[in-house]
C-alpha cells in the first residue's frame, strides 16, 4: 500500500514563497514518477508539475515559478513555489504513479489527502 502524505501548505502574501513536501510510504519510491495537482473551489483538479527520469513537466501556470525535486533517501518530493498570486490559492494534492507523467487525473495511480495553500493579495 501506497501512501502519500503533503505538508507546507498555508497562508502567504502574494509574491512570497512556500515550499510543500510529499512523504511517499513504500520501498520502490525512486521508480515513481511524481507530480503535483491543485484544485480551488469548484473548480477541478488540474496539474501543475510533475517529475520523471530527470525531465519536468510545467503547466503553463507554473512556469518560471513553481519547483520540483525529490530526495530518493528521504522517499520525499518537493514542491518550491515562488512569486505566489491569488490565483495559486488552492488545495495541492501530491500524486505518484509508475508511468509516463500525464496531465490528467485519471492518469495517476496514487494521491495525498492534500494541504491548503492561501495567497492573500
Excluded: H
Excluded at 501512501?3 to 520501498?27: H, K, T
Excluded at 515559478?65 to 520525499?76: E, H, L, V
Excluded at 488545495?91 to 492573500?120: E, F, I, K, L
Aim: proline residues 3%.
Amino acid at each position: 500500500q501506497v501512501q502519500l502524505v503533503e505538508s507546507g501548505g498555508g497562508l502567504v502574501q502574494a509574491g512570497g514563497s512556500l515550499r510543500l513536501s510529499c512523504v511517499v510510504s513504500g520501498r520502490s519510491f525512486s521508480t515513481y514518477t511524481m507530480g503535483w495537482f491543485r484544485q480551488a473551489p469548484g473548480k477541478e483538479r488540474e496539474f501543475v508539475i510533475s517529475w520523471s527520469g530527470g525531465n519536468t513537466l510545467y503547466a503553463d501556470s507554473a512556469k518560471g515559478r513553481f519547483t520540483i525535486s525529490r530526495d530518493n533517501d528521504k522517499n520525499t518530493v518537493y514542491l518550491e513555489m515562488n512569486s505566489l498570486k491569488p490565483e495559486d490559492t488552492a488545495g495541492y494534492y501530491c500524486a505518484a504513479n509508475t508511468g509516463v507523467p500525464r496531465p490528467y487525473t485519471s492518469t495517476w495511480d496514487y494521491w495525498g489527502q492534500g494541504t491548503q495553500v492561501t495567497v492573500s493579495s
